[in-house]
């Protein structure tokens, strides 16, 4: 929440090499630097469709000015038709195909879950943050999304950091976790090391998984 300026950080976050966040920078002006990410309480246009959901996460990526969009000048109407047809793309990328016109309300919960990826996907984030993804699925759609998160790790190149309790998910799709246990870290490093850390058993997984 602090990288993405939902709470203020206290003056300056280094963040991604040479990029860095002043407490002053607007939300988009975040994505901007490319941080894309989602909530763990699903925030969609609930009145809006998907396609139009999936668009508004590009507004950081296009050209044409207000003037354009209120003359509906040629410019504009070429961005437009444009973003219609990435924002499809992305849609079907997710697993919506052709769900383009569907209300976001009227998707079901894991629908929803998939496209607040997708729209974060079309800000074209190098950094994506996903925040308990998976919170609320059931066991099938858990795994499908969890396929989804490598297929945009290695088809994409985007880094992913992954905020979940289910610890299936975790070390399924990571190369490096680190391990809180209320508000402390107890553990950290690839998978198979912290799968078998004496306080990570104990906090998450239980003693008999040891």
């Known amino acids: 929440s602090l990288l993405v300026a939902v709470v203020r950080p206290p003056g300056y976050v280094h963040l991604l090499?040479?990029?860095?966040?002043?407490?002053?920078?607007?939300?988009?002006?975040?994505i901007a630097l490319g941080i894309g990410r989602t909530f763990q309480n699903i925030?969609?246009?609930?009145?809006?469709?998907a396609l139009e959901n999936v668009i508004v996460g590009m507004h950081t990526r296009t050209r044409a000015g207000l003037l354009d969009a209120a003359?509906?000048?040629p410019r504009h109407m070429a961005e437009e038709k444009e973003s219609r047809e990435k924002a499809r793309g992305w849609l079907r990328y997710?697993?919506?195909?052709?769900?383009?016109?569907?209300?976001?309300?009227?998707?079901p919960y894991g629908d929803q879950r998939r496209l607040e990826i997708a729209r974060?996907?079309?800000?074209?984030?190098?950094?994506?943050?996903?925040?308990?993804?998976?919170?609320?699925?059931?066991?099938?759609?858990?795994?499908?999304?969890?396929?989804?998160?490598?297929?945009?790790?290695?088809?994409?190149?985007?880094?992913?950091?992954?905020?979940?309790?289910?610890?299936?998910?975790?070390?399924?799709?990571?190369?490096?976790?680190?391990?809180?246990d209320h508000g402390e870290k107890i553990a950290e490093g690839a998978p198979d090391v912290v799968r078998a850390d004496p306080r990570v058993i104990e906090a998450y997984l239980g003693k008999g998984a040891a």
């Open 71 to 73: 003359l509906r000048l």
């Open 94 to 107: 997710v697993g919506l195909r052709g769900r383009d016109d569907e209300l976001a309300r009227n998707l």
């Open 17 to 30: 090499r040479r990029v860095g966040i002043f407490r002053s920078a607007r939300p988009h002006e975040i």
């Open 120 to 180: 974060a996907l079309a800000s074209q984030p190098k950094l994506l943050l996903l925040d308990e993804p998976t919170a609320g699925m059931n066991p099938s759609e858990t795994t499908q999304m969890t396929g989804l998160f490598e297929q945009i790790r290695s088809e994409l190149g985007i880094t992913v950091l992954l905020i979940e309790h289910d610890m299936r998910v975790v070390m399924g799709v990571s190369d490096r976790v680190t391990v809180l």
């Open 43 to 49: 925030r969609l246009f609930q009145n809006m469709t």
